[in-house]
């Protein structure tokens, strides 16, 4: 089935810092990725996604894109807030089922003023 | 209001309790899953149900069970709790594509 390998963590910056958080999959053809965020004592939520090859998903700042040729969905943003601490999920479909996910172990980033 | 509620949102127990944990949604979603969280671990499915009269087990179903009594209703019970059971419970609903929402969790301490 498919999988997804995610950069460990913790990951600790100063407010203002460049952030990339690493995620690579293993897939079935071209299945549609997702980032996740846990802010703490709370569940997960949808960050950004993308449907396909090459595009990009982006929120809040945040940016990811879709790179079929490296098996790649990199977490960026420019420029961490203190308000962007929290845990980081990568995600893709587990396989033929529809609607399940797989999610990657999660990668906590803790930005200091 | 929440679209993904989980009661109760802390609970301690000993050994050998049964536990049930619930979750409501009012999101009008069929599929509806329950998952683990460990640290380092990321989430693990234990359940999912596609619809009412669909249950499935997922990744780590032993020594636990679930009920769909409706739509909008999916509980998981730990029948006799042991303490490596102890971890950050998540429900989470999803409708026609895969982007999944989810409930607060419910922290479980097992004695």
């Known amino acids: 089935g498919n999988s997804v390998t995610q950069m460990e963590g913790p990951v600790t910056l100063s407010e203002e810092a460049f952030l990339t958080i690493n995620c690579t999959y293993t897939?079935?053809?071209?299945?549609?990725l997702f980032w996740y965020v846990q802010y703490p004592g709370e569940g997960l939520q949808l960050l950004l996604k993308?449907?396909?090859?090459?595009d990009k998903g982006s929120n809040k700042g945040f940016e990811a894109t879709y790179r079929k040729e490296t098996t790649s969905f990199h977490l960026e943003k420019g420029s961490v807030q203190v308000s962007d601490s929290a845990v980081y999920f990568c995600?893709?479909?587990?396989?033929?089922?529809?609607?399940?996910?797989?999610f990657g172990q999660g990668t906590i980033l803790t930005v200091h003023p | 209001d929440a679209d993904v509620t989980q009661t109760p949102r802390n609970r301690i127990t000993k050994t050998g309790k049964r536990i049930m944990l619930e979750c409501s949604q009012t999101?009008?979603?069929?599929?509806m899953y329950w998952y683990r969280q460990d640290p380092g671990l990321g989430l693990r499915l234990i359940y999912y149900?596609?619809?009412?009269?669909?249950?499935n087990k997922g990744e780590i179903s032993d020594g636990y069970s679930v009920s769909r009594q409706a739509q909008a209703k999916f509980s998981l019970s730990l029948e006799s709790a042991i303490p490596n059971q102890t971890a950050l419970y998540f429900c989470?609903?999803?409708?026609?594509?895969?982007?999944?929402?989810f409930g607060p969790g419910t922290r479980l301490t097992v004695l």
């Open positions: 989470a609903t999803s409708g026609e594509v895969n982007e999944q929402f």
């Open positions: 897939a079935t053809g071209y299945p549609s």
């Open positions: 993308a449907t396909k090859a090459d």
């Open positions: 995600a893709l479909p587990g396989g033929t089922s529809y609607g399940k996910l797989t």
């Open positions: 999101k009008g979603h069929d599929r």
């Open positions: 149900s596609f619809d009412v009269k669909d249950i």
